[in-house]
């Protein structure tokens, strides 16, 4: 059980928009801790997508952009490639009774119909 | 050009310990703000954390796995070295290691990862 909630799996057409949420609660996303956005290609390490909440790294085509509201964050992905399909994950950081670590949302699976 | 990459056995037995090197280029531990973490993947499964270490020697680990879980650094030799005690089955994944940004705490940066498997 991941404390980063995301959902499983979404979809869309090559072009469509599709968004992928990132919930979590007031000891992570909602403690004003950044939401960061990984993107993973089958058999690839992961590769860092959205920093900060809504920064693109160098490289990043702008069809990628991140938000983040309150104790949830969304990942938004525009013009739908073939070469989008992948797992994305959300991470933030958490700092609770029990101490402060490094937390990963379950991972979304973008299927590109 | 910051890369990082791992290196450690493929296979362990169980209840033996793991201990995996992440050797660093392009950046040295000794900056200001930079960190190296491990993140593992079981197959088929989601990313988890496991461990930090900052330039200043400051430590973090998963609270699930803080027990079994060691981190160091050697900035001479711009190594990081996770030790992973009481290996079981459950823990055969990818491990990865990471470049770690203190500013908002992500990894930009990361090794191709090493796969190690957990059997008898």
């Known amino acids: 059980q991941s404390v980063l909630t995301q959902p499983p799996s979404v979809s869309g057409a090559p072009g469509q928009r599709v968004t992928i949420s990132c919930t979590g609660s007031?000891?992570?996303?909602?403690?004003?801790?950044?939401v960061h956005w990984y993107q993973q290609l089958p058999g690839a390490a992961p590769k860092l997508l959205i920093s900060?909440?809504?920064n693109r790294p160098s490289g990043v085509p702008d069809r990628f952009s991140g938000s983040k509201s309150g104790t949830s964050a969304s990942l938004a992905i525009t013009g739908l490639q073939a070469e989008d399909e992948a797992d994305y994950y959300c991470q933030s950081y958490d700092s609770s009774l029990s101490g402060s670590s490094v937390v990963f949302g379950g991972g979304t699976k973008l299927t590109v119909l | 050009q910051i890369t990082l990459k791992e290196s450690g056995p493929t296979l362990v037995k169980p209840t033996q310990t793991l201990t995996l090197t992440c050797t660093l280029s392009g950046f040295s531990l000794s900056t200001s703000g930079v960190g190296v973490g491990w993140v593992r993947q079981p197959p088929g499964k989601a990313l988890e954390w496991l461990a930090l270490i900052y330039w200043d020697d400051y430590k973090r680990y998963s609270p699930s796995l803080k027990s079994r879980l060691t981190i160091t650094k050697d900035t001479s030799k711009s190594q990081v070295v996770l030790t992973m005690t009481n290996m079981d089955p459950v823990d055969t994944a990818t491990y990865y290691c990471?470049?770690?940004?203190?500013?908002?705490?992500?990894?930009?940066?990361w090794g191709q990862g090493t796969l190690v498997t957990v059997s008898s």
């Open positions: 007031s000891s992570n996303i909602g403690a004003g801790y950044d």
């Open positions: 900060r909440n809504s």
């Open positions: 990471a470049h770690l940004l203190l500013q908002g705490v992500h990894f930009d940066y």
